[in-house]
């Protein structure tokens, strides 16, 4: 069964539809079926993945109001092995029309339900609060990867985050853990960066993940092509570090998926995370990029962005 990974900070502007995109695609890169879901009405994931706005296509929206299946919703990226669940911007009517429908924050978790034996990694991007929309996907979700920023002010909002998974845990999704906390927009050369880390690291402990991501401009340029990082420049410091990201995340998951089997000897791991260099990755890619029009396509993608 695959593991559903939500991208989560109530926070704006922490990097979290760019760590959902990168992650995801990287995951893809490593020749594992990845799917990656736009939780977010403003749909930044999936105009990051080239899909134009189109009010007629089957969205996130559509799951959680019980309009159409997941299956209904895929569709096919660039990447060979990842597809997305798009969103539109009626998501953000999905807050009210929910508060009084039966198990309201289990739509989702239900919706993925029949999918999660096909994807070895679900990725679901979060909108920037505590909402309802927010409370679906960690109900959904195995564990919760939380973007920061490396300034003081990113620290603020972190015990609410905190509280709120707790909360849920205790009602709703007992096995819902922390994956991890990732550093985004890092500058590893000022001071106050540095403090921050380690204040991370002594909360945090082995949570804090080693990878951190620096701020890279073709990491900020991708979204307007279209495109993961990897996609639009595979050696720059932006993919790079979410490659490397996506190696610490699979070696997780291994580490969750063994400790969780007590007595038993530990299943043979299909994915090689070692795999996972910038070479291997662009070669990858161009044989993806090859292979794309084989694929058969679910929905319109804007091929010119």
Known sequence: MGRVI???????????????????????????????????????????????????????????????????????TELEQLWLIPSHKNLIGANLELVDADRREFRMREALAPLRDRFQFVVLDCPPALDLLTLNALVAADAVLIPMQGE?????????????????????????????????????RTNLAQQVKTELKNFFGDKLCTTTVPRNIRLAEA???????LVYDPRSRGAESYIKLAKEMIERSVISRQSSVVGEEPAAEPLAAEALTTEQTEERRETQEAKVEEIPATGEMDKSA
């Open 223 to 229: 979204p307007s092509h279209g495109k993961p990082a």
């Open 6 to 76: 939500a991208v989560a900070n109530q926070k704006g502007g922490v990097g979290k539809t760019t760590t959902a995109i990168n992650l995801a695609a990287s995951f893809a890169a490593a020749e594992v079926n990845t799917l990656l879901v736009d939780c977010d009405p403003q749909s930044n994931a999936t105009s990051g993945l080239g899909f134009v706005k189109d009010p007629e296509r089957v969205s996130s929206y559509h799951l959680l109001m019980g309009a159409a299946t997941a299956e209904e919703a895929l569709q096919t």
């Open 152 to 188: 003081y002010f990113a620290l603020e909002g972190i015990s609410e985050l905190l509280d709120t998974i707790e909360r849920i845990r205790a009602a709703l999704n007992p096995e819902l853990a922390i994956e991890g906390v990732v550093l985004t927009m890092f500058d590893e």
